[in-house]
């Protein structure tokens, strides 16, 4: 079966990076792109971006631009989102996701990956 | 790019209908027929319910429909149950340069 699996909690001082990785399985990784999303407590869904495990390409949302990087690694279906310079606004769960098929949705989420920054 | 505005909150009794509306623009909601609704329980994953404005993922309840008109999608949930109650948001490709636009969320209560 499908499934995203990312990695644990992080608890980051304001002016660090993040990396987090989202391991995919039960389909064919290159197939697909993946997509980050954050939701900050409380709060709604924000798009960060996409990239596209054949190639590497990316496309990050302007609020992130600068700040956000995607990457992956084929050799284990892995994909992941490093948030740079971190605020504490950036405290948020970060989720990736699969895009569907042919279809511009989201059929797909892994279980979030908590990240707190914290002095 | 703002986030497409919805209802922060709808109720209804189980067994009753409601509808969740998701207002957008014409660069988002009015130009793509492309609006998808997720459903969130709390601390779980969104889930898919409807994709392309109206077709349903394997699995999902046909007691949710969607639909959409000019800048305004919307999500009708028929036969509340009081497994409906959770948070729903929708989303909206907007473009190349944008590419995706999420609502503000939606608080579903089955009272």
């Known amino acids: 079966q499908v499934q995203l699996v990312q990695s644990g909690a992080e608890v980051k001082k304001p002016g660090a990076s993040v990396k987090v990785s989202c391991k995919a399985s039960?389909?064919?990784?290159?197939?697909?792109?993946i997509h980050w999303v954050q939701q900050a407590p409380g709060q709604g869904l924000e798009w960060m971006g996409w990239?596209?495990?054949?190639?590497?390409?990316?496309n990050y949302a302007q609020n992130f631009q600068g700040r956000v990087t995607m990457t992956r690694d084929t050799s284990i279906s892995t994909a992941y989102m490093e948030l740079s310079t971190l605020r504490s606004d950036d405290t948020a769960i970060y989720y990736c996701?699969?895009?569907?098929?042919?279809?511009?949705?989201?059929?797909?989420w892994g279980q979030g990956t908590l990240v707190t920054v914290s002095s | 790019q703002s986030a497409l505005t919805q209802p922060a909150s709808v109720s209804g009794s189980p067994g009753q209908s409601i509808t969740i509306s998701c207002t957008g623009t014409?660069?988002?909601?009015?130009?793509?027929?492309?609006v998808s609704w997720y459903q969130q329980h709390p601390g779980k994953a969104p889930k898919l319910m409807i994709y392309?404005?109206?077709k349903w993922p394997s699995g999902v309840s046909n007691r949710f429909s969607g639909s959409k008109s000019g800048n305004t999608a919307s999500l009708t949930i028929s036969g509340l149950q009081a497994e409906d109650e959770a948070d729903y948001y929708c989303?909206?490709?907007?473009?190349?340069?944008?590419?995706?636009?999420f609502g503000t969320g939606t608080k579903v209560t089955v009272l």
């Open positions: 996701a699969r895009r569907s098929s042919g279809s511009y949705s989201f059929d797909y």
């Open positions: 039960g389909f064919t990784f290159t197939g697909y792109f």
């Open positions: 990239i596209n495990p054949n190639s590497g390409a990316t």
């Open positions: 014409s660069s988002d909601v009015g130009s793509y027929n492309l």
């Open positions: 392309e404005v109206s």
């Open positions: 989303c909206s490709y907007a473009g190349s340069s944008t590419n995706y636009v």
